[in-house]
Every structure is written in C-alpha cells, then in structure tokens.
C-alpha cells in the first residue's frame, strides 16, 4: 500500500511503531521496520551513550529506515536529540518542544521530521517550522494523549495541513487503518499491539494480559506523564 508516509519514509507498509519507553528497544524497531513499517526508538530512558549504541544496534539489524524519538519536555532530550543527528538518524520523531532547530539540522542531511501534536494549533506551529510529516495524538493514546478522540482530531487536523497525517490512539489492526485512511491520514501508530507483538521486550504474561483484559479493563488514564506541549 502506497501512500504519501510510505513514500516520504521510503517504507512499504503505512504503519509505525512509537517510540515507547522501555518497549521500542532496537530488536523491536528493527523488527517493525524489516517488516516494511517504521520502528521509532524510544531514547527517553537512554542516556546519549546508551541511544547511540541503540541506533549502531538498530543499523546491524536492518538496513530499512528507522527512526529516534525524542520528547523534548524531559531531561537529557536534548542530547539525545545531538546524538541521533550526528549518527544521521533518518527520521526524528520529537514532541513536547519546539523543534524548530532540530528540523534544520535533520533536513540538512536528507532526515525527515515527524512532529507529535495534540491540537490543531501546535499541527499548524509544527508544519510552520518545516516538520515533514504529523503524528496526530488523539485521547487513546498513551502517555501524551490529548483530551479529544482520535475520530475527531485526525479529520480536523487532517483538513487545516498540508503535509501528511499519522494517526495514532485506538488503532490496532486493518480496520482500524482503513478508519485512519478514511479520516485523512495516511498512516497509523499503534502502540499497544506492537508491544503486545513477538518481539516486544514486554514479559508474555504483560502481553497476555492486555490481550486478555476487555476494554474496560485496559483502558485507563493517567495524570502521571503530562506537562505543556
């Protein structure tokens, strides 16, 4: 399946893994991008030593593109940040930040910026500054979800941007792709399935367990991580 994601990332699948802490290790990334997807690494728990051997660890498993994720609001991001441009990471996935200067120095070497966005406002700020492409974040999400349904902001968004639209919070399967495809976007997240996957570090009685559990009780929302975007 083509679309403008899988064209702009050089994927053959419109389907990323978020970089999700302690979980988008680089077994998984690369597993997710040697399936044809997108893998983001996850570097909020690393440390710029432990991210660039991540990414050098990424790259012995596959020669497919990959990407870093970076949430700017928290410690040492920055320099993560610095790590996966100088190794010439090809895609950056930031949020919670202004990202403005890490577009320039990825683009400078042919990266693509992806940039996690809640609202129409910070979608706008974010394509104003150059980001390639938006990871639309809607409330079922985890982590940095924000307060309206995917349904709602992916179509909203959708229409007020001109560069293309990653869906994310609440997909999991080709239904809900088609969903996401017929809201506008032209690719989808999914986080909680691919943690549940084979190659998910998670232990197999986590995994069993969210499979297991109806929606009512997987579902729940937490104030823990949070802070302006």
């Known amino acids: ?13 419109p389907l990323i893994l978020p970089g999700m802490s302690w979980i988008s290790t680089p077994q998984l990334v690369a597993a997710v991008s040697n399936a044809g997807g997108l893998g983001i690494l ?14 050098r660890e990424i790259r012995e498993l596959t020669d497919k ?14 320099e993560n940040a610095m790590i996966a441009l100088e190794e010439k990471v090809p895609v950056i996935n930031f949020s919670l930040g202004k990202g ?3 577009v ?3 683009h400078e070497y042919g990266g693509k910026v992806i940039a ?38 992916v179509p909203s968004i959708a229409s007020k941007v001109d560069i293309p639209v990653i869906a994310t919070g609440g997909f999991a399967d080709a239904r809900g792709l088609m969903a996401a495809l017929s809201l506008g976007a032209e690719a989808v997240a999914m986080g909680s399935r691919f943690a549940t996957s084979a190659d ?5 009685h986590v995994k069993e367990t969210v499979v ?9 929302k937490t104030s823990m991580v949070s802070g302006p975007e």
């Open 42 to 55: 996850a570097s909020g728990p690393l440390t710029p030593e432990e991210t660039r051997a991540s990414i």
């Open 212 to 220: 297991k559990k109806s929606e009512q009780e997987s579902t729940l």
């Open 65 to 78: 593109p990959f990407g870093v994720g970076v949430t700017l609001l928290m410690p040492g991001a920055k």
């Open 1 to 13: 399946m083509k679309t403008r994601i899988t064209e702009l990332l050089g994927i053959d699948a």
């Open 104 to 106: 320039k120095k990825a």
């Open 116 to 153: 996690t966005v809640v609202s129409e406002k910070h979608a706008l700020s974010a394509q104003s500054i150059g980001a390639d492409a938006l990871l639309v974040t809607g409330h079922e999400a985890a982590a940095h979800g924000g307060d309206v349904t995917s349904l709602v902001l």
């Open 200 to 204: 998910s570090p998670l232990h197999n």
């Open 100 to 102: 403005d200067w890490l």
